[in-house]
């Protein structure tokens, strides 16, 4: 286990986790990453763009909230569960891995059979959220588990597991537009590539921080990929994120104040790509988590875009 003040690991100390809960919660807290909210934020607002691009009543605020809160609570209790299972996976190769060698299973804090107990709760809950849904988003939102599943095997046998990421994250694309609308529409299917693009970019700023370990032990990644074309990369996929966005946004009619708003969300893609130090965990590990601003900045650019109609 790492020393605590090894600045390497991605949990924090010293913090409210240690200063306010009892030892025997702590890992569980360490285990769903709530006291790392950027996973779960990251997961939420494709699901918050997609209710915002296909809401058609804007003064009816209690649908709109409803389905906001249902996605926000719905996202940090099944991020929470893909962090259980994800750890489950990989808490042989965590141990290995400067970042994650301090990670609850890895540092042997609790069992793998506790973790899962924990995580088959949590999915428990995440049922009880989805239903509250209509039919059609049960069965999408059901359908996200193979590739929940997936996902942390893929970076064992191939350099894109931000692909699937992509596609796993991004399902809430999906999942928004059919709980508000009714039916899978195409914008939704847009917005949905849109989504998967930006987390080839992000998720691959998020692996530069691990490169040289990943090496080692194995683990690919598009970091490793296209380390020696990084910035190339990720000018390419923000590209398309923007187009993409831009097509959604097309879609559905929105006002000039949408086309303002996503020129100040572009900016914001730049200044990651121009500014990053790929030799810098801490820089690497600050763009990925200023995603958070890009995202809001989309969101707002849409809302903006509809309540100008």
Known sequence: MKNENNHASDIPRKDWVEKLLPNHIQPYIRLSRIDRPTGAWLLLFPCWWSVALAIKDWNNITELLNLFILFLFGAIIMRAAGCCLNDIFDHKLDAHVAR????????????????????????GLGLIILLQFNKLTIYFGLASIILVIIYPLTK??????????????????LLGWIATAGELQAPAVVLYAAGIFWTLGYDTIYALQDINDD????IKSLALKFQNNIHLFLCFVFTIT?????MAGYMVNLHWL?????????IHAIWQVSTININDPLDCL??????QVFSWLFLLSIIFGKISI
């Open 100 to 123: 994650t060698s301090n990670r609850p299973i890895a540092a042997k804090l609790i069992t793998v059979k506790q973790a899962s107990i924990f995580m088959i709760s949590l999915c």
């Open 242 to 246: 923007i187009i993409l966005m831009l």
């Open 215 to 218: 090496v080692k032990v194995g």
């Open 286 to 291: 600050k763009k990925f988590k200023s995603n």
């Open 156 to 173: 064992r046998f191939t350099y894109w597991p931000q692909l699937i990421l992509g596609f796993t994250f991004n399902w809430g694309a």
């Open 258 to 266: 949408f086309y303002f708003g996503i020129s100040i969300t572009a």
